[in-house]
């Protein structure tokens, strides 16, 4: 179903607004990272997730795995 012009313009107005505020929000989300960093430089609650050199199990028994 195609867009109506008042559609295809709100959309347009959004998209606007959105490319504006990017590169502030990206910003914004630096300063708050070199803040956190100055303020706290380790995390003592932070848990690096395992990675294991084990195999994934089997599929299931029965499973043909072709999703029909």
């Known amino acids: 179903m195609p867009l109506t012009p008042d559609q295809i313009r709100t959309r347009d107005r959004f998209e606007t607004v959105i490319g504006f505020a990017a590169p502030v929000l990206n910003l914004v989300l630096a300063v708050g990272e070199r803040i956190s960093r100055t303020v706290e430089p380790d995390d003592h609650e932070y848990y690096p997730p395992r ?6 199990p089997p599929p299931h028994a029965g499973s043909t795995g072709g999703g029909d």
């Open 51 to 56: 990675s294991t050199q084990a195999e994934p």
